[in-house]
């Protein structure tokens, strides 16, 4: 049986801003079972990195962070302190950021770095934490660990500065990795090697990944469930199998249009989606997607609830509802 892990219910983030109150994250609900791979996808300000911040209680004021419930191991992340938090996080739950050189420290040594982890959560003495880190370098294939340790970030090529994230975040073996954007500004190459970390990771771990990202692409050489996210909202949800076969939200249907088939090899025209995100500022009472959809109709302008397509396929569009009667004239739903 499927171990529930992380249960999230009607997360919502907000920023104060001058100009009001910006609503990143308006009310998403997702699971995540152990030992599984999940893709959380959708354009740039879709509200991705928003949630996984907020998962790891790191939203900060002017940043609001409301909501049922956000449960893991059957205890509610929201009631924690700070003090609790810091025994948490890196430890059973740990995340992997978008920029390695924002998150490592210039004036420290990568060993330093990755010892301070290792310590802190384990308690092994420092001769200890040295060898576990050159492990966990050589786990995530750096060669010569043992002088790498002794090296400065600037120093390391950014996909081995990711590779070193990487390593730290699974030094304390969390149950949760959540990465963020792990492959972005990456050449192919180093692309390629870092998903292949993911896949091995995947087969000899029981660790559970979220991976943010807007490359479809990416979720289908490593991911076995996608969260498709759009203004704030979660659009659809279902394996990947639902996802790249049998899409069902007009929003989820753009984004497969949009990126390249057969790697690149196929003569097949790209389609974009035409028109911009929601302002969060002023979103939309009804479908987010709505101004940008080729088949809205009237009723769009309501927000519709999460239909269950199947088992564990689920899509927030009008479309779903078997009792909506709609036509198609010209690619447009009357």
Not at 126 to 139: F, G, I, S, V
Not at 234 to 241: K, L, N, P, S
């Amino acid at each position: 049986m499927t171990e529930r892990l992380l249960s999230v219910e009607d997360l919502k983030v907000s920023f104060s801003t001058r100009d009001g109150e910006n609503q990143a994250v308006r009310g998403v609900s997702f699971h995540i079972d152990a030992g599984e791979t999940v893709g959380i996808v959708g354009e740039s300000g879709s509200g991705k990195s928003v949630t996984a911040k907020a998962i790891m209680s790191l939203i900060t004021p002017p940043g609001k962070i409301t909501s049922r419930n956000v449960n893991f191991r059957g205890e509610n992340l929201l009631n924690l302190s700070e003090k609790q938090w810091r025994k948490l996080r890196g430890n059973q739950i740990a995340m992997v950021f978008q920029d390695p050189m924002t998150s490592l420290n210039p004036v420290k040594k990568i060993g330093q770095q990755l010892t301070e982890v290792i310590r802190r959560h384990r308690g092994l003495n420092k001769e200890a934490a040295l060898t576990e880190a050159a492990n966990m370098l050589r786990q995530v294939g750096i060669s010569q660990p043992e002088q790498r340790l002794q090296q400065y970030p600037h120093e390391f090529s950014g996909g081995m500065r990711q590779r070193v994230m990487i390593a730290m975040a699974l030094s304390c073996q969390p149950e949760l990795l959540i990465a963020d954007e792990p492959t972005t500004a990456l050449d192919a190459t180093i692309q390629a090697q870092i998903l292949d970390l993911f896949k091995e990771l995947k087969g000899n771990s029981h660790t559970a990944v979220a991976l943010i990202t807007h490359d479809l692409g990416v979720v289908a050489q490593v991911c076995t469930r996608v969260i498709v996210m759009y203004g704030g909202l979660i659009m659809e949800e279902g394996t990947v199998e639902d996802i790249f076969y049998r899409p069902q939200h007009p929003y989820t249907k753009g984004l497969l249009r949009s990126i390249p088939k057969n790697g690149g090899k196929s003569k097949e025209r790209l389609v974009p989606i035409e028109g911009s995100p929601p302002d969060l500022l002023d979103p939309p009472p009804g479908c987010p997607f709505m101004d940008r959809c080729p088949h809205a109709f009237a009723r769009c302008a309501e927000r519709p609830p999460v239909f269950e397509l199947s088992a564990g396929h689920r899509s927030m569009c009008w479309l779903a509802d078997g009792e909506v009667s709609v036509g198609v004239e010209g690619g447009t739903f009357a």
